[in-house]
């Protein structure tokens, strides 16, 4: 069992938004501003969107942005496009646990 | 371009022991953090080890299901990273990656190396 809880599967419309909660505890979602999201298509290594919550990569569309309120987390994926079918991964800062992922969440593309 | 290369995966038997290696080109790790994440056949991530840069006195962790068990290292003088892994089991086997994460996240991912554990 994932530390972080993600829902297994999202799904939006080419052009609409989605968001992706990650669910922690006050260890470490909540505890630190130092919530990644990654993005994972089959067969690839997984990517990184955001880091300490709300910051992008060089190169990563600004359709990707992310947040925190409280335990929770979301990732926030505007303007869908097809090419944003993949799995997408959260992880946190937990102190002595050090890093931990949440279970994934599969986003299907309608 | 920044790559970082795994190699070493294979097939072992549960008991057995297994070295890899993940080659970084395109920065100097001398002053980064470093981890390996694994991911089981169909599963999600999940983070193995990371070993701090030597300014941070190489400081290691472990996750606790490999604590004791795996340990990293690395050869700064080479840009190489390691992980030497004992006593395997099978719920061991997955796809293990070599990463940037040295704080909180990774920028930089290998492309992987399989690890499958099996009498």
């Known amino acids: 069992q994932s530390a972080l809880t993600q829902p297994p599967s999202a799904s939006g419309s080419p052009g609409q938004s989605v968001t992706i909660s990650c669910t922690g505890s006050?260890?470490?979602?909540?505890?630190?501003?130092?919530v990644s999201w990654y993005q994972q298509h089959p067969g690839k290594a997984p990517k990184l969107l955001t880091y300490?919550?709300?910051k992008r990569p060089s190169g990563v569309p600004d359709r990707f942005s992310g947040s925190k309120y409280g335990n929770t987390a979301s990732l926030t994926v505007s303007g869908l496009q097809a090419e944003d079918e993949a799995d997408y991964y959260c992880s946190s800062y937990s102190g002595s646990d050090f890093v931990v992922f949440g279970g994934g969440t599969k986003l299907t593309v309608l | 371009d920044v790559h970082l290369v795994e190699a070493g995966g294979g097939l072992v038997q549960p008991g057995g022991s297994l070295r890899l290696s993940c080659a970084v080109s395109?920065?100097?790790?001398?002053?980064?953090?470093m981890s390996w994440v694994r991911q089981a056949p169909g599963k999600g991530l999940e983070w193995v080890g990371r070993?701090?840069?030597?300014?941070?006195?190489?400081?290691?962790d472990y996750a606790a299901p490999v604590k004791g068990r795996f340990t990293v290292s690395r050869e700064d003088s080479k840009n190489m990273l390691y992980l030497q892994m004992d006593s395997l089991k099978t719920e061991d086997t997955a796809m293990y990656y070599c990463?940037?994460?040295?704080?909180?996240?990774?920028?930089?991912w290998g492309q992987g190396t399989l690890v499958t554990v099996s009498s």
């Open positions: 395109g920065f100097d790790i001398f002053n980064a953090g």
């Open positions: 070993i701090k840069s030597k300014g941070e006195r190489g400081a290691r």
């Open positions: 300490e919550v709300h």
């Open positions: 006050s260890n470490d979602i909540g505890g630190y501003n130092y």
């Open positions: 990463t940037t994460i040295g704080n909180s996240y990774g920028l930089f």
